[in-house]
């Protein structure tokens, strides 16, 4: 049998792998023409091309698969015609090839409206690796961008935007949402929110009447007489099946384009099949790479005589768009009148979430998820398997009452048939079969021998769960990796960065790693050296690594401002030093208020504006409050025995000085402390990471609190101590959770994960059951010893400072997109549309 496949893409590719692995060489010939110059490359992740990968590290195969495998390859080629009657194909180069099965796998054109001047030059389509490359050049000369469209391939536009540097980009979506595909109005205002916020402009329900300029594009007319400058355009906004081979040959194409198929995926000739996105089955164009996989997946059965059958395709999608978890499950716009509606909102944190359920409340039919979407793959597989709801169906969104977390026991109770991996159709039983009798121990293991997480992705955290879970069900030992770039756990890279003294997360990579780091490695790596050396976190090209409010020593907030938290140790503070506060408050027109942490907080500040700030307050003896990082935030006290006639003992000063020696403590998540003077607690110390309560001894000890959306109280460690004594075991303990805990654990769910609990903790810390308490010790001597404030740091080094700029050609210049609106006799940003 020779088959003949008109397309190289993912699709196209994925069918000669599919068919090689089912066929034997001898009884099949495989010839494919591809249009393009470059062997089959991964289009879902195209954006990470302005990232640094490159078109090698796309490519989806190696430069030698096509051969070793027997498959002729024909690229920069494309078909220009097929002769049915003679089953033959003729090429634009002049080969012809004749064949007993075609398949066309064209895939899609971008969508370019008819909009007056599209083909002016600095205008761009968002397709191939030659765009970008186009993109990549033109971009040197422009400093504002646009992107029609502002559904998923629109804003991975405008991701690369960002990327290549044009900070002032505007998404202008026809719609009145985005992503209106996917996701209803209320997600879409969490999502434009978020978008704003990285510095994004979001126009809805725009419609271009025209693109102006000469030659070169300078700016775009829209229909309701409003118009916008920009010298640079990227069109995103749809695709159009390639079917216009099959028009020239006579197939059957729908009347909005398309190749019309049956459940077997044949055209209107039975020897001629079209899968992916040219494909049109049931009226519908699947526009995702699973159900393009899964349509591969069938007609390479079908060529072996296997019975399979493609029957539709559930376009569950998740997808992290610039940073920003968003997706979308089962059926995610269920009218309200057919089912019953949860839904949980948090504009502070920009978190949306709702789920539809049936009216008896025991099946979920689908739903959305904005800015956090971490439950997805569990929420998707409890509505394609029908799995009955809790009694208490929110719970899937919110947890359950008690604060405990289903993890892994979720993920085992799905049915062995579950698809896990949409994109290769591979079920839960396939996975746990490759670790429990292939010894597929690692995700890269498991990606080898089942392709599950080789296409989109988003069911790699599933794939590891059900991986930990069979491996322990067979009594071996799980180590908790950081991600695929490192094979070591965050506690074993703290010992390993200690010992080989690595003071960089390039010099962590190379010695330990491989790859190019992501986002889940990168910023716990370069806390781990933080916590280890205290050196400064902006230097030796650690910037790059650290979460965005780290780059900044500042934390973004609405509108792309900043805010200002200096430190104010035990909320004491002096007449002088509340004058500084308002001066500068004054001077650069800021927002301030009072916080629970017994300090002030002034927002509204502009990017370049914060080294003078920070100047004026370390001027006045302030320091960074370290608001932004994941480190001591503060210690928060009573007025105690000085003014309180209840108190027992000076909370203030005890407060004063156990904040004033763990400022700047890097750690896996935030940490707060408190220091009550009596049994009243007004400090609230049980609710702390470590709280502190004078008793007519001395002072009690708790750990492992936290407030938040998850309230904890802090048990108890140890009783009556003395100030050093107390002083000793906070230093134990904390570095001790720095060691151990994994990335962005708080210290309670750290302690709730610990084998053995409070008792096993306190066994180590008071009674040095490890005998590392010494270490510990000398760990924080000297991370105390070495202490320097960052906004000091960053202001006197101008290779530093200079950062703090807006535009890098314009120093001084603020960002002009951000506007303010009075509100009780001070300022807020304002209210985005």
Known sequence: ?????????????????????????????????????????????????????????????????????????????????????????????????????????????????????????????YRTIEDLEMMQAYAKKAKKGAVIGGGLLGLEAAKAMLDLGIADTTVIEFAHRLMPRQIDDAGSGILINKLEKLGLKICTNKNTSEILGENAITGMQFTDDTKIDVDMLVISAGIKPRDELAKLCGLEVGHRGGIVVNEKLQTTDHSIYAIGECALYNGMIYGLVAPGYEMAEVVASHLVEENKSFTGFDMSTKLKLIGIDVASFGDPFVASHECRTVVFEDTMKGIYKRINITDDGKYLLGGILIGDAEAYNMLLQTAKNKI????????????????????????????????????????????????????????DAIKKCTKAGTGCGGCVPM????????????????????????????????????????????????????????????????????????????????????????????????????????????GE????????????????????????????DLFGAHLSDLPAIWEELIDAGFESGHAYGKSLRTVKSCVGSTWCRFGLHDSVSFAIRIEERYRGLRSPHKLKGGVSGCIRECAEAQSKDFGIIATEKGWNLYVCGNGGSKPQ????????????????????????????????????????KMDGGIDYLRNVIVNDSLGINEQLEADMDSFVESYKCEWKEAVENPNIRKRFSHFVNAPEEKDPTVVFEGMRDQKKVKDWK
């Open 463 to 570: 794939v590891k769960d059900l991986m930990v879970h069979t491996m322990k069900a067979q009594g071996k030992y799980v180590r908790n990796v950081l991600c695929e770039h490192f094979n070591y756990s965050r506690q074993e890279l703290f010992d390993l960065i200690k010992m080989h003294q690595l003071k960089s997360f390039d010099a962590v990579l190379d010695k330990l790693g491989k790859g190019d780091g992501c986002e889940l490695c990168k910023p716990p790596v370069v806390s781990i050296i933080a916590s280890l050396f205290n050196e400064m976190i902006l230097v030796k090209g650690n910037d790059t690594a650290q979460d965005s409010n780290d780059r900044f020593l500042a934390n973004i907030q609405k509108g792309g401002t900043y805010s200002v938290v200096p430190r104010i140790p035990g």
């Open 388 to 443: 009955v709801l809790p009694p208490n169906p929110e719970d899937v969104i919110l947890g359950s009452r008690g604060g405990e977390s289903e993890g892994g026991a979720g993920v085992l109770s799905l049915p062995d048939e579950a698809i896990v991996c949409s994109c290769e159709s591979v079920t839960k039983a396939g996975i746990c079969t490759a670790v429990a009798e292939q010894g597929c121990e690692t995700i």
């Open 713 to 752: 109280h802090a048990l108890l460690l140890a009783t009556d101590l003395d100030s050093d004594t107390c002083i000793k075991y906070i230093d134990r303990f904390l570095m001790f959770y720095i060691r151990t805990a994994d990335p962005l654990t708080r210290t309670a769910t750290w302690l709730n």
């Open 1 to 125: 049998m020779k088959v003949v496949v008109i397309g190289n893409g993912m699709v196209g590719y994925k069918f000669c792998e599919k068919l090689i692995a089912k066929s034997s060489a001898e009884k099949v010939e495989i010839v494919v023409f591809g249009e393009e110059i470059r062997r089959a490359y991964d289009r879902v992740h195209l954006s990470e091309f302005f990232s640094g990968k490159s078109a090698e590290d796309l490519s989806m195969s190696s430069t030698t698969w096509y051969e070793e495998n027997g498959v002729k390859l024909h690229l920069g080629d494309p078909v220009q015609s097929i002769d049915r009657p003679t089953k033959t194909v003729h090429s634009y180069k002049g080969i012809t090839e004749n064949y007993d099965v075609l398949v066309l796998a064209t895939g899609s054109a971008a969508f370019v409206p008819p909009i007056p001047g599209v083909d002016k030059e600095g205008v761009f389509i």
């Open 573 to 600: 503070i002096t007449p002088d030093k509340l004058i500084v506060i308002g001066s500068v408050a004054k001077k650069y027109n800021l927002y301030t208020k009072i916080t629970g942490g017994q300090r002030i």
